[in-house]
């Protein structure tokens, strides 16, 4: 595997379900980022985690939970979603030092669907 | 409090023509400026980047400019060929800063 992965790509969940999502960054960078995508919106950043710290909560509600066990993986937690939080949720990575440290690398993106 | 603003949301062009994007920008604290393209079904790869030092980058087809008194840029991209046709997102970062603002996007259709 190369770049930034996640899975699943798709996933649909009710509103009382638990579910996870992952990513996994192939690139040696030390920081991850969780965003949320909704159709015709900016990309909106959720979660920053720089070497393995949480330096990023932009006011996401509870019900969304990260979880960075180590500089490759990501998780996000998901329970009692409502239908508002379908979206399109992308990881991505990238240095935090350097001449290319704004770059970020995307994953496909999981397409979340709350019914 | 969007930033970052993309205020064209589709762009058609014909093929071989130029195909201008543009982004206005409001924060000042802001000096580094990227685009990065998106099609359906992938993530967002990065494009093309601009530092606040300079009013110009280019990178074969692609070019940015900057107009740091507009506070606006804008990428060419000449000639459009149809494997372009994707969506087009500005974003900024600011000084010492690794986290980007991401505007709303611009989906560019090129036509045959």
């Known amino acids: 595997e190369t770049g930034v992965t996640q899975t699943p790509r798709h996933l649909v969940m009710g509103m009382t379900n638990k579910k996870s999502l992952k990513c996994e960054q192939h690139?040696?960078?030390?920081?991850m980022y969780w965003y949320k995508q909704s159709a015709k919106k900016p990309l909106e950043l959720m979660f920053v985690y720089s070497l393995e710290e949480r330096v990023e909560n932009n006011s996401v509600p509870s019900r969304f939970s990260p979880e960075c066990p180590n500089s490759s993986h990501l998780f996000l937690h998901l329970h009692t979603l409502q239908p508002e939080d379908s979206a399109l949720y992308l990881c991505?990575?990238?240095?935090?030092?350097?001449?290319?440290?704004?770059?970020?690398?995307f994953g496909p993106g999981t397409r979340l669907t709350v019914t | 409090d969007q930033q970052v603003k993309q205020n064209s949301p589709s762009l058609s062009v014909q093929e071989g023509r130029i195909s201008i994007l543009n982004c206005d920008y409001t924060?000042?604290?802001?000096?580094?400026f990227l685009w990065y393209k998106k099609y359906p079904a992938e993530g967002p790869t990065f494009l093309i980047s601009?530092?606040?030092?300079?009013d110009k980058n280019e990178d074969g087809r692609f070019t940015v400019f900057l107009n740091k008194s507009a506070k606006h840029l804008s990428l060419h991209i000449v000639p459009s060929q149809p494997g372009d046709s994707a969506v087009y997102f500005c974003?900024?970062?600011?000084?010492?800063?690794?986290?980007?603002?991401f505007g709303a996007g611009t989906t560019v259709t090129v036509r045959a």
């Open positions: 690139l040696g960078h030390n920081a």
């Open positions: 601009i530092s606040s030092i300079k």
């Open positions: 974003a900024a970062a600011e000084v010492n800063d690794y986290k980007l603002s």
């Open positions: 991505a990575s990238s240095e935090t030092s350097g001449g290319s440290y704004y770059e970020q690398y």
């Open positions: 924060n000042s604290m802001f000096d580094y």
